[in-house]
C-alpha cells in the first residue's frame, strides 16, 4: 500500500426503516422510525467530519473520495455495492450507537467483498466504547480523536500504508491476532488551527433543510465556531463526545467560511455547531457584527442556555440573521430542575422564552421525559409548563443514560436501566423506568404533552395576527394537517 493507497471516506446508510442525525446526542447519534417510501437525504445534515478529512487528505495528496450513503438514499445492498467498486485500500465511517449493529453489519459485507481493506471507525461511540466496537464486527482500527475526528488521521494512515506497527500511532485501539491493543492517549488538534473545510467532493446543497419564521425552507450548512461544554449536566452526552473545555476559532475564519459558502455554493442558512453559542457573551456579540458588517443576507440557528442570553445579545442576534434558538429546557418542575440543569430557575426560562417571541426569533423547547425522580406529579407540572412557554417547536425526548455519563452509572445502579440493546437508544425509546413510573406510563404520558401541544399550537396558528391562511395557504395547510394528524396519532 504506497502513497497513491485509495481512501474512502464512507458516511454509512441509515439503518432500514430509520433516519439517523450521527451527529446528534453529542456524537453517538438519535434516530426515529419511518416510512420505507419515505426519502431522507432532505433531513440529514451534512457531517463536518467529512469536508474537513477531506482538507487534511488534500493537502496531504492522498487520493480520496467521499461517499454519503444517507445523502444518496442508499440501502444497505446499495452501499456495499458502490464501496465495492471503488474498491478502496482504507475506508473512515463514523460508528453512531443506534446504528452499531447495522455500521459494522455494512461494513462486515464490504470486507467480504474487498477483504484487503482496512476499515477505521470514528466517532464518539470509537471513543467511549473502543472495545465494543472491535469486538462486534471486522473493523481493523477506532480512532479515539475528539470531534471533529481528524487529529492523527495522517499517522494513521501512514502507519497503515507502510505497514507498520499500530503501537506507535497515539489515540487508537486495533485488532490484532483477536487481541485488541490501546495505544496512549491522542494528542487533539489546536481546535484553533483547523484546517479550512473542503466542500469540493461533497457539495453541502441537498441536504437537511432550515425552516425560517415564515415556513420557508432553506439548505444549511454546519459550521464550527467552537467546541466544548463546560457545564456538569449529569445526564448529558457533550463532554464525552466534544470535551469539556470551551475553545473557540477565531471569528474571522468563522466568517470566512459561511462568506465562501454564500457565494461559491448559495448556502444561505447555516447552524453554529457550538455546544453553547453564548457562553462567552462578547464573543457571541462580536461573530454577529462581523457577520453584520459583512451584509450577507444569510439565516442561522444556534443551541444555547437560556442563563447565557440576555436582552441585548438576542437583539444583535437577530440583526445578524439568527432565525432560531435550541433551548435545551429539559423540565418544567423545579425540583426536577436542580437536578437537570443547577443554576437555572423556572423564571429565567419563561423570561428568556418572551423576550425571544418578542423578537421573533423561533423558539424550539428540548423538553426530557424520565428523570429517576419523574411521576405523574412532575410530568405534569412540565407539561402545564410547556403550554405557558409555547414554544414554536417541542422536541420531547426520552432520558436515555449513555454510557460514560454520569446518569448511567445512577440509573444502572438502581436498576433503572430496561435494556441495554444500543440499537433501541435512539432518544426516542424508554431506556430507562422511573423509580415510580414503567414505560408504559412514560409512553401515555408523552402521547398525551403531544396532543397538548398539538391542539394548543393548532390555535395559534389559526389565530395569528398575520393570517398565514392568506399570505401563505400551502404552508399553512401542511402545518395544520401535520398538528390534526398529531392529536390524532400523537406519536412524534
Known amino acids: 500500500m504506497g502513497k497513491d493507497c485509495k481512501i474512502l471516506l464512507l458516511n454509512l446508510p441509515s439503518p432500514p426503516n430509520q433516519t439517523l442525525w450521527r451527529e446528534n446526542a453529542g456524537g453517538f447519534g438519535t434516530a426515529i422510525s419511518i416510512n420505507p417510501r419515505w426519502k431522507e437525504s432532505s433531513r440529514i445534515p451534512l457531517i463536518p467530519f467529512f469536508p474537513y478529512a477531506s482538507s487534511i487528505l488534500l493537502n496531504e495528496g492522498y487520493e480520496f473520495k467521499v461517499i454519503d450513503c444517507q445523502r444518496l438514499n442508499l440501502d444497505n445492498d446499495q452501499s456495499v455495492r458502490l464501496v465495492k467498486k471503488v474498491n478502496p485500500d482504507i475506508i473512515f465511517s463514523i460508528i453512531s450507537l443506534p446504528s452499531m449493529k447495522n455500521d459494522v ?5 464490504i470486507k467480504e467483498f474487498v477483504p484487503s481493506v482496512k476499515i477505521v471507525g470514528v466517532g464518539t461511540v470509537c471513543r467511549v466504547l473502543p472495545h465494543e466496537v472491535l469486538l462486534r464486527g471486522k473493523i481493523d482500527v477506532v480512532l479515539r480523536s475528539g470531534y471533529p475526528y481528524i487529529a492523527n488521521m495522517i499517522k494513521l494512515i501512514r502507519a497503515l500504508q507502510q505497514n507498520r506497527n499500530l503501537k506507535t500511532v497515539e489515540g487508537i485501539s486495533f485488532v490484532k491476532n483477536r487481541q485488541i491493543f490501546t495505544t496512549s492517549k491522542p494528542t487533539e488538534m489546536n481546535f484553533n ?16 433543510t432550515f ?20 457545564y456538569n449536566c449529569i445526564y448529558c452526552p457533550y463532554p464525552l463526545g466534544f470535551g469539556r473545555k470551551y ?18 455554493f448559495n448556502i444561505r442558512a447555516f447552524d453554529f455547531r457550538s455546544q453553547a453559542f453564548a457562553y462567552n457573551k462578547k464573543r457571541a456579540l462580536e461573530i454577529c457584527k462581523e457577520l453584520m458588517q459583512r451584509k450577507l443576507d444569510i439565516k442561522w440557528t444556534c443551541e444555547s442556555r437560556v442563563d447565557e442570553v440576555n436582552r441585548e445579545l438576542l437583539e444583535v442576534m437577530k440583526k445578524a440573521g439568527c432565525r432560531r434558538i435550541h433551548f435545551g429546557v429539559e423540565t418544567g418542575d423545579p425540583e426536577i430542575l436542580k437536578v437537570a440543569k443547577p443554576g437555572v430557575k423556572l423564571e429565567t426560562i419563561e423570561k428568556v422564552f418572551k423576550i425571544t417571541k418578542a423578537l421573533g426569533i423561533i423558539r424550539q423547547a428540548h423538553i426530557i421525559l424520565g428523570w429517576p425522580d419523574d411521576d405523574y406529579r412532575t410530568l405534569e407540572n412540565t407539561n402545564k409548563f410547556i403550554l405557558k412557554l409555547e414554544p414554536d417547536i417541542l422536541n420531547l425526548n426520552f432520558l436515555t443514560p449513555y454510557p460514560g455519563t454520569k446518569m448511567y452509572e445512577i440509573a444502572r445502579k438502581n436498576s433503572l436501566i430496561l435494556t441495554y440493546d444500543w440499537s433501541k437508544y435512539t432518544s426516542y425509546n424508554i431506556i430507562m423506568r422511573t423509580k415510580s413510573l414503567n414505560a408504559s406510563d412514560l409512553y401515555t404520558i408523552k402521547q398525551k404533552m403531544v396532543r397538548d401541544f398539538s391542539k394548543q399550537k393548532l390555535k395559534r396558528l389559526i389565530l395569528q395576527k398575520d393570517r398565514p391562511i392568506v399570505k ?10 401535520t398538528l390534526v394528524n398529531r392529536i390524532i396519532f400523537p406519536q412524534f
Open 105 to 109: 453489519k455494512v461494513l462486515d459485507e
Open 193 to 208: 488551527e483547523l484546517p479550512k473545510p473542503c466542500y469540493d467532493l461533497i457539495p453541502p446543497d441537498g441536504y437537511e
Open 472 to 481: 401563505r395557504p400551502q404552508i399553512f395547510v401542511n402545518k395544520a394537517k
Open 211 to 230: 425552516e425560517d419564521e415564515n415556513g420557508e425552507r432553506f439548505p444549511y450548512v454546519a459550521v464550527l465556531d467552537s467546541i466544548g461544554c463546560p
Open 247 to 264: 475553545t473557540y476559532r477565531p471569528i474571522k475564519l468563522v466568517a470566512d467560511e459561511i462568506e465562501e459558502l454564500y457565494t461559491r
